[in-house]
């Protein structure tokens, strides 16, 4: 372990996992660090669940409630759903044993945007938070808290909790001081004071966290990476997704309806993401800036290559790769990248005032602008809608991006009616696939449909045209014609076939 | 008529209807005044009528493209609708004869949230705006423009068309002025300022709408009242609604999860929003004020009770007798309500700040809280989304109100699976009919189930649990268990058997 805890006090309280995990509760609601993949406790949570797992056998009961700030990594959303040691989770994860949990009827998910948790729980909707566990970089003399690669809900985790472990990482690098912004000013609303970001490198808060340090039960000592996933290599698909948008782009550009510089974009997590921004790097926008929730290895090289001046999120989500490059690299990028609370990063108020353009993957769209992506088959849970409703929801371009097919071609992501609803035919802009770009802005359902078809699969367009073509015969009503006998008869075929085509 | 035209450059235009209606061309997109019957022209647009009628006989095409603030009246929608005069509408109507077209396919309607429609036509989302019509109450020596019974898109309108034509209606109480507040700093995003609102009281804008008086083609004369609808007089299921919302509201004052004073309310129009209103006025809080979109009935009584301070608001929405005292009292009025336009009214960064308490009816819900506010069966469109979504998405807390039955009892406003969302599963906190309130907080999916059964009429409430019983059987992952063969069924019964009754 590096020697990262400077302040006596807290000094005092350091403590193995396995104690500090007895500090905990069955039926404590936690409120824990972490957002995709990044700044996540790694030891306390481990020792957690052997704990459940003792306590199991010894017959007892040991569960408790999870809040983070986004998804996690196995050592934590995964080790406490194998111990069955969650009952309650919220708001976004991506683990496999949680999703299995959570898909089995035995982890109940609250699927909250991330921009309303925080308000939520100092609402008092959700209860009483009883243990908050942060990862922090380092302690400073001074008592001064160094947030690590996320800040997420942390501090209003802090605010919220009865009682706060610290886990103090090493593997993170001490030069992250000074990137964090931690606004401090968020309290139940009403707020009688603007959000006071004006421009995505707006600084308005304190580089460091804040707490009671009489609430403060441990401190415990890690030296472990971030989860840190690789990319997949850019693929072709998500390549042609990604000239679609900036091709647009540009055609927006030449017909006036984009401010110069372009405004701040949002993108989603993932390969389509990342090819967007690594068409970027070679496109004809210069002056960039990012207002969104992650630091991907795209933005890395964009910031490199001098076309984007600041990126602002709340987490990283980096390959080990450009992890490594981070860490090494933290005091030349800490004056580029903001790291802050995760109300700050997805805040409504910002986006609209920014008039951002935000990109979001999906699972399936219909034939009339609905998307959905949380839903597999209109009942099991993939990930959660995340941050995607804060953006969609209050950007002035609300973009979606997806390939055409999942599972080999055998799922349309272009559908009669989508299965779960996450953003309304009232939220969607432009729907991207492979095959061109849907631009649905100002039509009527009806108008929209021709339009969504050209960009699916060619596989499916017939089938699609014959569910619209027998859709207005049958329907009650022409201004979103649907035939409710067939509308979620492609979702059953899979279901039972293994395939949406007849 | 009054003489209501103080200025001569304006006077020089004064024409007939007939006569500005010419000025109109086949093909025109309109930006028209008009909000839940309130403000809209009432001379030019029958005029449009005719001579679109004129046109059709004489086997030439004309229509024009229409956009308003939200719904406005026969004289407007109905006589452009019974003409076949319009081929696009946006972005909403409760017009009997434009529902109609709409329904049958002649009408392209785009149903857009009411604080996103001026942002995109300013963006260039809409094309080219050509002709403003706009109501006033005057306009004065100066040439100042006196705003009428609503504002709305007026500003937007005027900033973006072309040609303007004005209706000065002396019908409208010249007491008016003084009650606006046009804000006139909306331009594309990015905006490098906070929307100055902190409180509904605060005034951030001038009483007068501008123009460039260039633009200018006729100025018409009009003596006509607003639509004004009569309310029904307040039913049991009504009153039983409002009186679990306050019940609710007084709970949640104890537990301390209100503010004090109580944050400020957004209420749909219509009889429930009123008896909330009127139960509001012997209920036990003071010092409350209204950020909404519409000032009705019951908050005028309010007023007078002393108990509300001020409604903000874009337009007015009363029965011609509340019209009357409005029209006879606007002096005494009119430091107690703020006309804004419809952009700040229902503006995201304003509901998210002043942490509101949203309150709107709905058609229907499904088990797991999605809410369906637009469409009858799926492929009907009712009225449209108007502002439900602005309040909805950003409120602290989202309500929505229904009776749980319609159509003597035939449909169920509570489905196993909506036939259309508006209102995603992630915004609605509660639904309240005249069996009670769900409050969906902090649940999983089917942790609301039970909650949402149990305020369905007991009619159908066997069925709901049967089909929820059946679906964990089924279905393909337990997070939102669906059975997709039966998930829409009760919307087929519906269409097939005229009800949704076995």
Request: net charge negative; charged share 20%; aromatic share 6%.
């Amino acid at each position: 372990m590096g020697n990262r805890i400077h302040n006596a006090a807290y000094q005092s309280k350091v403590m193995s996992a396995e104690d500090a995990a007895a500090l905990i509760n069955d039926g404590d609601r936690l409120g824990v660090s972490g957002f995709t993949g990044s700044g996540y406790p790694k030891a306390v949570p481990i020792a957690l669940a052997a704990r459940a797992k003792a306590e199991h056998e010894a017959g007892r009961s040991f569960r408790v409630g999870l809040n983070t700030g986004a998804s996690t990594a196995p050592e934590l959303d995964g080790e406490l759903a194998l111990a069955d040691a969650v009952d309650f989770r919220t708001p976004y994860q991506s683990d496999p044993e949680t999703r299995k949990r959570i898909n089995a009827g035995s982890i109940n998910y609250a699927d909250i945007h991330l921009s309303h948790i925080a308000p939520q729980v100092r609402n008092g909707f959700h209860g009483k938070m009883d243990v908050a566990i942060i990862e922090l970089t380092a302690i400073k003399a001074d008592g001064s808290l160094v947030p690590s690669s996320s800040i997420g809900n942390n501090q209003a985790w802090l605010d919220a909790a009865d009682r706060v472990i610290f886990e103090v990482n090493s593997w993170q690098s001490e030069d992250l001081e000074g990137m964090h912004d931690v606004f401090g000013g968020l309290r139940k609303a009403p707020l009688d004071f603007a959000i006071p970001v004006f421009h995505a490198s707006d600084r308005i808060g304190s580089k460091y966290l804040t707490v009671d340090p009489a609430k403060v039960i441990a401190v415990v000592e890690n030296d472990t990476p971030d989860r840190n996933s690789p990319f997949k290599p850019l693929d072709d698909v998500s390549k042609s997704i990604a000239s679609h948008l900036l091709d647009f782009l540009d055609l927006e550009e030449k017909a006036g309806r984009l401010p110069d510089p372009m405004p701040a974009m949002q993108s989603g997590v993932g390969n389509i993401a990342n090819a967007v921004l690594a068409g970027l790097l070679h496109g004809q926008f210069e002056n960039l800036t990012s207002y969104t929730e992650v630091i991907q290895d795209g933005m890395v090289d964009l910031i490199d290559s001098g076309k984007l001046s600041v990126a602002s999120a709340t987490a990283f989500s980096l390959s080990p790769e450009y992890a490594k490059k981070m860490n090494d690299n933290a005091k030349f990028y800490r004056d580029k990248i903001i790291l802050r609370n995760q109300e700050i990063s997805n805040n409504p108020e910002v986006i609209r005032r920014l008039g951002m353009i935000a990109m979001n993957g999906m699972i399936e769209a219909d034939i009339y602008g609905n998307v959905n992506s949380t839903h597999i088959m209109g009942s099991r849970m993939q990930n959660g809608i995340g941050g995607s409703g804060d953006f969609a929801r209050n950007a002035a371009l609300t973009v979606f991006v997806t390939p055409s097919t999942a599972k080999d071609g055998a799922i349309s992501a272009i559908v009669p009616m989508v299965s779960h609803v996450d953003h309304t035919e009232h939220d969607t802009d432009l729907i991207i696939s492979e095959y061109g770009v849907a631009d649905l802005r100002g039509k009527s359902p009806r108008q929209r449909v021709p339009a969504i078809i050209k960009i699916a699969h060619p596989d499916f367009r017939p089938m699609l045209e014959e569910y619209f073509a027998v859709a207005q015969k049958v329907a009650n009503g022409q201004h979103t014609p649907h035939d409710l006998s067939q509308a979620l008869s492609w979702h059953q075929r899979m279901l039972a076939t293994g395939t949406m085509k007849v």
